[in-house]
């Protein structure tokens, strides 16, 4: 049985293409998990939310590709 | 807008006292060139060595390519925004030093830069093989900041090629180009668009549209010509095999073929801007808005270019699909990334409406380059630039490297005649 | 035996070479000497520059239950009589019987580093398995079509005995296999663009460059029920590195991936992490590595119990021009390794 394994990619439709089942947006490809224009703590709290979505993605059953956009 | 372009053949390149062009051979005053390259005091150091085709010599790390111009009448000056003034270029009449190219090499800011091999296995990848280079090697001062490092080379790059050009200011041209858009009256010329999307993401990954960095705009139409006389200049440096050099910009090969049909077979109506943006609602937004462009100039076919791999290939599919529903019918340039064997998917994104499509090469073919007996720059960044790895290097200086690391080998402005077919 | 003529050897089923039908299915590998069946009509259209030496033959079902054996013992049977080329088959739409040509010529191929051939209709499912490694010849989709089939595999064998140079599929007549090779073209790229353009326009047909690929599907894993006991490793394609990029993995077309400790780390800073990644703009995640690699949330997150633990490596590979070949090796290695060590679920982060 495999590993479940969420993707965090800002380019979702190259997420979809290549075939990754659970797939959270991310900020853009630079900085994916995060956002340089925003103060410290706020960046660091959007990185969190982005996290604690990709878990719950791994927690959720999906039967085909996902993107966990809430 | 009427554009003359005033060609003079340059075949040699020797330093002599005098900057100046005669007989077709470009002479370059070393000590002036280095000088002003030195007047940006991010710069230590500067040095200019000559390369010309058929010699053997390396140039390594590349980071712009820029060919000579001046701008002999008409508005505007050369490269409006950046070192020139602003002001509508495209018109009047421009002399060009063709066979003749500026190449700025130094110490790398990224892995984005490359290597032109002047003869050898490694010459037929790159058009810069081809030219006579006048290289200018540039070394910034300790500490400076990468951002701070790119833009010291570009502009010194600009500055040092529209320097060579004034010599070629008052040179009667080989030949006269002219470039009208001239009125069709046959409407059964199918109308035929340029959709051309520049790199936007970064250090090392942008471009200048009249001196606009190309993250800000959005996608916009442009006249040819304004293509053709400098409006756009590379900042980028994603693979050395699919950036385009400045050289690449003013030469664009599909505005090229386009203006060569025009009237012929085909009605050219102008050039749509875009832009590759890092983030998804910015694909999003420049390929909508770029594809409503085309639209509105009522375009009935386009072509569309690229920049760079990997992300950049869903804007060429959003592109392509956004037109498609608009009943534009489009024809792609892409280059391939197919692994060294060339026996994996050769794009990151793929759309079923992409069914005509123009491969120029799989940038990951691993060629053997002999050593050469100068090198132009520094081989030892050979290990570490896109396309090279760690051994790559032999101890005699041979190098084993992907074409990905060559200068142009397969930019997707389509000027090579690299392709890649199906085994 | 002429002197110079090219040697073939031949591998057929049971049924083929006469042997019987389904009930001699489980014959093991054998070889007779010369031609057999329709190795008789391909001998007969390869006239006298090429001979059949020998025909190696198996029952489908013994092959189907022992593939790897039963190739090798092929070959074992077959370089005795020093073939220059091997053909298989052709076995139409025969599932047991396509594989087992496939498997012979891919490992005749491998071990004796001689051009192999075979036939297959275009759905046998050994197409897709084998069409990378051996050359396929389009056939029908059964026995009817083997009067037609053998003289354009003879006519494959002829040329791979001669040894002269295979040209594109469509010329030569064999299901491309998938491979891009470069070459120089007689126009640019732009001049092809336009005409190719025109074409499509006036609605004649043309020939695209490059058909869009198709990527595989994997099924999706199984959720994980309980986060608060789950071990979560963390992999990025992003290139996050510590300083110095001890490993030297590429900026681009990566050859390798690598696990780094994170025991005891909390967040990724400038001054011992960096990024290698040659395709984006490394300002941001040089500044901060965790804006590519997570690190601090997902620790923090370990603290507060809302995970089990946060497995103490992270594995890394730069996705700049990565061959999706080299992707599909380090996913599967990594998850190996993750798996061994009872990951229960991954984050991968991209850029």
Same mark, same amino acid.
């Given at each position: 049985? %495999? ?5 965090? =990619? ?8 290549? %075939? ?13 998990? %995060? ?9 660091? =709290? ?22 966990? =956009?809430? | ?21 005669? $007989? ?132 010194? $790059? ?13 040179? @009667? ?20 668009? /340029? ?93 909508? /808005? ?35 529903? /608009? $009943? ?22 793929? *759309? ?29 960044? @050979? ?35 690299? *392709? @890649?077919?199906?085994? | ?44 259209? &390869? ?73 297959? #209709?275009?759905?046998?499912?050994? &197409? ?15 026995? !009817? ?6 003289? !354009? ?26 491979? !891009? ?10 001049? !092809? ?16 460059? +490059? ?48 696990? #780094? ?18 395709? +984006? ?71």
């Amino acid at each position: 049985m %495999g590993l479940p394994v969420v993707h965090v =990619a800002s380019i979702v439709p190259i997420s979809l293409t290549v %075939g990754a089942n659970r797939i959270v947006p991310a900020v853009a490809i630079p900085h994916p998990l %995060g956002n340089p224009e925003l103060p410290r703590d706020e960046e660091r =709290a959007l990185r969190l939310n982005l996290v604690k979505k990709a878990l719950r993605a791994l927690q959720t059953e999906v039967a085909e590709q996902t993107v966990f =956009a809430e | 807008m009427r554009l003359e372009l005033g060609i003079i053949e340059i075949d040699d390149v020797q330093f002599g006292d005098e900057t100046r062009v005669e $007989g077709g051979t470009l002479f370059v005053n070393k000590e002036e060139l280095i000088d002003l390259a030195l007047q940006d005091d991010r710069l230590a150091a500067a040095d200019v060595e000559l390369a010309r085709p058929g010699e053997g010599v390396r140039i390594i790390p590349v980071k712009d390519v820029i060919e000579p111009r001046v701008k002999v009448s008409g508005p505007g000056e050369i490269f409006p925004g950046m070192i020139g003034k602003v002001g509508t270029v495209g018109s009047g009449s421009t002399n060009v030093l063709r066979g003749a190219a500026l190449v700025t090499v130094g110490r790398i800011v990224g892995f984005q830069e490359g290597l032109i091999d002047m003869s050898g296995p490694g010459a037929p990848y790159s058009p810069f093989s081809r030219t006579n280079n006048v290289a200018l090697i540039l070394h910034p001062t300790a500490g400076l900041a990468p951002h701070a490092h790119e833009e010291a080379l570009r502009l010194a $790059g600009l500055r040092a090629a529209a320097y060579l050009g004034e010599a070629g200011k008052d040179v @009667a041209p080989d030949e006269v180009e002219v470039y009208e858009l001239s009125p069709v009256t046959d409407a059964a010329l199918p109308r035929v668009a /340029y959709v051309h999307p520049l790199l936007a993401q970064g250090l090392l990954h942008d471009t200048y549209l009249y001196g606009v960095d190309a993250k800000k705009i959005l996608p916009t139409l442009i006249h040819p010509n304004e293509v053709m006389d400098g409006a756009i200049v590379s900042g980028n440096c994603v693979s050395a095999c699919d950036k385009h050099t400045t050289y690449h910009h003013v030469n664009n090969a599909v505005i090229h073929e386009l203006y060569r049909r025009h009237g012929q077979d085909l009605n050219f109506i102008g050039v749509v801007i875009t832009n590759l943006m890092v983030t998804l609602a910015g694909k999003e937004r420049a390929s909508d /808005y770029a594809s409503n462009l085309a639209k509105l100039i009522g375009a009935q076919g386009a072509i569309v270019t690229n920049e760079g791999f990997g992300n950049p290939d869903t804007d060429l599919m959003m592109l392509c699909q956004k037109m498609k529903g /608009y $009943g534009i019918e489009t024809v792609l340039i892409t280059d391939e990334f197919a692994g060294r064997d060339g026996g994996s998917q050769s794009l990151a994104d793929a *759309t079923p409406e992409a069914s005509a499509v123009i491969s120029v090469g799989n940038a990951n073919e691993v060629v053997a380059l002999p050593p050469m007996k100068r090198t132009i720059g520094d081989l030892k960044p @050979a290990e570490v630039i896109a396309g090279g790895f760690a051994g790559c290097m032999a101890a005699d200086g041979g190098l084993n490297v992907e074409i990905q690391g060559i200068m142009g080998s397969t930019c997707q402005l389509g000027l090579g005649r690299l *392709t @890649a077919r199906g085994y | 035996m002429a002197e110079n003529k090219y040697r073939v050897v031949h591998y057929l089923n049971q049924f083929f070479a006469q042997i019987g039908g389904e009930d001699k299915a489980n014959v093991p590998p054998l070889v007779r000497e010369g031609a057999v069946g329709p190795g008789r009509a391909l001998q007969k259209t &390869l006239g006298e520059e090429g001979e059949i030496v020998a025909t190696v033959v198996c029952g489908d079902g013994y092959f189907a239950e022992h593939i790897e054996a039963a190739a090798e013992k092929v070959v074992e049977l077959a370089s005795p009589y020093q073939p220059d080329v091997f053909v298989a088959g052709p076995a139409f739409n025969a599932g047991r019987y396509g594989v087992a040509c496939g498997a012979s010529c891919a490992a005749m191929s491998a071990k004796l580093a001689i051009p192999v051939v075979t036939g297959l #209709y275009e759905e046998n499912p050994a &197409l897709d398995l084998y069409r990378k490694q051996v050359y396929i010849i389009p056939t029908a989709d059964s026995a !009817r079509g083997m009067r037609e089939a053998i003289p !354009r595999m003879a006519a494959f064998v002829h040329k791979l005995g001669l040894g002269q140079e295979i040209g594109l599929p469509q010329e030569e007549g064999y299901f491309p296999r998938g491979f !891009r090779i470069n070459q120089f073209a007689d126009r640019t790229g732009a001049e !092809r663009a336009v005409d190719m353009l025109l074409l499509k326009l006036k609605g004649e047909p043309f020939q695209t460059e +490059y058909p869009m690929p198709t990527f595989e599907r994997v099924p999706p894993s199984a959720a994980i029920k309980d986060l608060r006991p789950a071990t979560i490793a963390l992999v990025t394609t992003g290139g996050i590195v510590p300083l110095g990029n001890p490993d030297r993995i590429e900026a681009a077309s990566a050859s390798k991936f690598a696990a #780094y400790s994170i025991a005891g780390v909390d967040d990724l800073t400038p001054d011992a992490y960096q990024t290698c990644h040659g395709g +984006y703009d490394p300002v941001y995640a040089n500044e901060d590595p965790d804006r590519v690699l997570p690190l601090d949330a997902a620790r923090s997150l370990e603290r507060d119990g809302t995970i089990g633990k946060l497995y103490d490596l992270y594995y890394v590979t730069v996705g700049n021009a990565t061959s999706i070949a080299n992707a599909q090796k380090f996913g599967q290695a990594i998850a190996e390794k993750l798996k061994a060590a009872d990951v229960d679920g991954v984050i991968l982060t991209s850029t």
